[in-house]
Protein backbone atom coordinates (compact mmCIF):
# COMPACT_ATOMS: atom_id res chain seq x y z
CA UNK A 1 0.00 0.00 0.00
CA UNK A 2 1.42 3.25 -0.88
CA UNK A 3 2.22 5.94 1.68
CA UNK A 4 -0.54 8.20 2.30
CA UNK A 5 -0.32 12.14 1.29
CA UNK A 6 -0.21 14.84 3.15
CA UNK A 7 -3.40 16.77 1.62
CA UNK A 8 -4.91 13.18 1.60
CA UNK A 9 -4.83 13.27 5.57
CA UNK A 10 -6.03 15.82 8.26
CA UNK A 11 -3.05 16.88 10.19
CA UNK A 12 -4.05 16.17 13.70
CA UNK A 13 -3.70 12.14 12.31
CA UNK A 14 -0.33 12.82 11.59
CA UNK A 15 0.78 14.48 14.62
CA UNK A 16 2.28 13.27 17.69
CA UNK A 17 2.45 15.58 21.26
CA UNK A 18 4.33 15.51 24.38
CA UNK A 19 3.10 18.43 26.98
CA UNK A 20 5.38 18.47 30.33
CA UNK A 21 5.34 21.47 33.17
CA UNK A 22 8.94 22.08 33.76
CA UNK A 23 10.48 23.52 36.60
CA UNK A 24 12.96 25.99 34.73
CA UNK A 25 11.82 28.78 33.25
CA UNK A 26 11.15 29.01 29.44
CA UNK A 27 14.83 30.82 28.30
CA UNK A 28 16.76 27.55 29.94
CA UNK A 29 14.52 24.97 28.55
CA UNK A 30 15.04 26.77 25.38
CA UNK A 31 18.76 26.85 25.91
CA UNK A 32 18.66 22.91 26.65
CA UNK A 33 17.31 22.15 23.22
CA UNK A 34 19.53 24.84 21.13
CA UNK A 35 23.13 23.87 23.10
CA UNK A 36 24.72 21.65 21.87
CA UNK A 37 27.05 20.62 25.20
CA UNK A 38 23.76 20.84 27.01
CA UNK A 39 21.95 18.30 24.39
CA UNK A 40 24.62 15.83 24.79
CA UNK A 41 23.71 15.10 27.97
CA UNK A 42 19.99 14.46 27.92
CA UNK A 43 18.79 14.43 23.74
CA UNK A 44 17.69 10.42 24.04
CA UNK A 45 16.95 8.04 26.18
CA UNK A 46 19.56 6.85 28.13
CA UNK A 47 21.02 4.05 27.21
CA UNK A 48 21.12 5.64 24.01
CA UNK A 49 23.80 8.62 23.63
CA UNK A 50 24.45 11.84 21.58
CA UNK A 51 28.39 11.54 20.66
CA UNK A 52 28.12 14.81 17.92
CA UNK A 53 26.14 17.03 18.03
CA UNK A 54 26.11 20.64 16.00
CA UNK A 55 23.01 23.27 15.79
CA UNK A 56 23.20 26.47 13.38
CA UNK A 57 20.31 28.13 15.26
CA UNK A 58 18.40 30.58 13.16
CA UNK A 59 15.80 30.37 10.86
CA UNK A 60 17.28 28.60 8.24
CA UNK A 61 19.98 27.04 10.10
CA UNK A 62 20.80 23.45 9.97
CA UNK A 63 21.49 20.83 12.60
CA UNK A 64 23.09 17.66 12.69
CA UNK A 65 22.89 15.19 15.65
CA UNK A 66 24.13 11.53 15.68
CA UNK A 67 22.40 9.14 18.22
CA UNK A 68 24.40 5.73 19.11
CA UNK A 69 22.99 3.42 20.43
CA UNK A 70 24.38 0.49 23.32
CA UNK A 71 25.25 -1.82 20.76
CA UNK A 72 26.97 0.51 17.92
CA UNK A 73 24.13 1.15 15.86
CA UNK A 74 24.12 4.92 15.04
CA UNK A 75 21.05 7.06 13.79
CA UNK A 76 22.23 10.16 11.76
CA UNK A 77 19.76 13.09 11.98
CA UNK A 78 20.17 16.30 9.71
CA UNK A 79 17.27 19.47 9.68
CA UNK A 80 16.70 22.80 9.51
CA UNK A 81 15.42 25.59 11.80
CA UNK A 82 12.25 26.87 10.11
CA UNK A 83 11.61 29.21 12.94
CA UNK A 84 13.45 30.26 15.83
CA UNK A 85 11.84 32.71 18.69
CA UNK A 86 14.80 32.74 21.33
CA UNK A 87 12.73 31.11 24.61
CA UNK A 88 9.46 30.76 23.09
CA UNK A 89 9.71 28.84 20.37
CA UNK A 90 12.12 26.09 17.84
CA UNK A 91 10.45 24.68 14.82
CA UNK A 92 12.61 22.36 12.89
CA UNK A 93 12.29 19.43 9.96
CA UNK A 94 14.54 16.86 8.30
CA UNK A 95 12.82 18.02 5.07
CA UNK A 96 16.58 19.86 4.45
CA UNK A 97 19.43 18.49 5.67
CA UNK A 98 20.73 21.92 4.95
CA UNK A 99 21.10 24.93 3.40
CA UNK A 100 17.32 24.14 1.93
CA UNK A 101 18.89 20.93 0.17
CA UNK A 102 16.00 18.60 0.55
CA UNK A 103 16.45 15.00 1.99
CA UNK A 104 16.16 11.82 0.37
CA UNK A 105 13.36 10.78 3.00
CA UNK A 106 11.67 13.35 5.33
CA UNK A 107 10.09 12.07 8.22
CA UNK A 108 8.68 15.10 10.62
CA UNK A 109 8.72 18.63 11.31
CA UNK A 110 8.87 19.89 15.00
CA UNK A 111 7.12 22.47 16.51
CA UNK A 112 8.27 23.10 19.82
CA UNK A 113 6.74 25.69 22.58
CA UNK A 114 7.90 26.89 25.63
CA UNK A 115 5.35 28.58 27.79
CA UNK A 116 5.92 30.44 30.93
CA UNK A 117 3.88 29.55 33.62
CA UNK A 118 4.65 31.52 37.03
CA UNK A 119 8.57 31.15 36.70
CA UNK A 120 7.82 27.29 35.10
CA UNK A 121 7.79 26.55 31.39
CA UNK A 122 4.96 24.43 30.25
CA UNK A 123 6.72 22.53 27.68
CA UNK A 124 4.91 21.39 24.28
CA UNK A 125 6.11 19.18 21.50
CA UNK A 126 4.21 18.73 18.36
CA UNK A 127 5.87 16.28 15.62
CA UNK A 128 3.98 16.12 12.73
CA UNK A 129 4.94 13.33 10.03
CA UNK A 130 4.46 13.31 6.27
CA UNK A 131 2.15 10.33 6.35
CA UNK A 132 0.02 8.27 8.96
CA UNK A 133 2.72 5.31 8.11
CA UNK A 134 5.48 7.64 9.28
CA UNK A 135 3.37 8.57 12.62
CA UNK A 136 2.75 5.03 13.09
CA UNK A 137 6.47 4.19 12.38
CA UNK A 138 7.26 7.00 14.97
CA UNK A 139 4.77 5.43 17.88
CA UNK A 140 6.19 2.17 17.31
CA UNK A 141 9.69 3.31 17.80
CA UNK A 142 8.45 4.59 21.32
CA UNK A 143 7.61 7.94 20.82
CA UNK A 144 6.04 8.95 23.79
CA UNK A 145 8.51 6.74 25.82
CA UNK A 146 11.58 7.99 24.54
CA UNK A 147 10.68 12.08 24.50
CA UNK A 148 8.74 11.30 27.52
CA UNK A 149 12.46 9.63 29.17
CA UNK A 150 14.86 12.36 27.39
CA UNK A 151 12.54 15.34 28.81
CA UNK A 152 12.96 13.78 32.04
CA UNK A 153 16.59 13.62 31.55
CA UNK A 154 16.30 17.39 30.13
CA UNK A 155 14.54 18.22 33.72
CA UNK A 156 17.20 16.38 35.62
CA UNK A 157 19.68 18.39 33.73
CA UNK A 158 18.14 21.79 34.29
CA UNK A 159 18.10 21.54 37.53
CA UNK A 160 21.31 21.05 38.22
CA UNK A 161 22.34 24.40 36.48
Known amino acids: MPPTKPAEVPLSERELTIT ?8 KVFRAWTDPALMKEWFCPRPWTTPHIETDVRTGGSSYVVMQGPNGEKIDNRGVYLEVIPGKKLVFTDAYVKAWEPSNKPFMTGILTFENEGGKTRYTAHVYHWNIED ?7 GFKEGWGKATDQMEALLKRI
Open 20 to 27: RLIDAPPE
Open 135 to 141: RKAHEQM
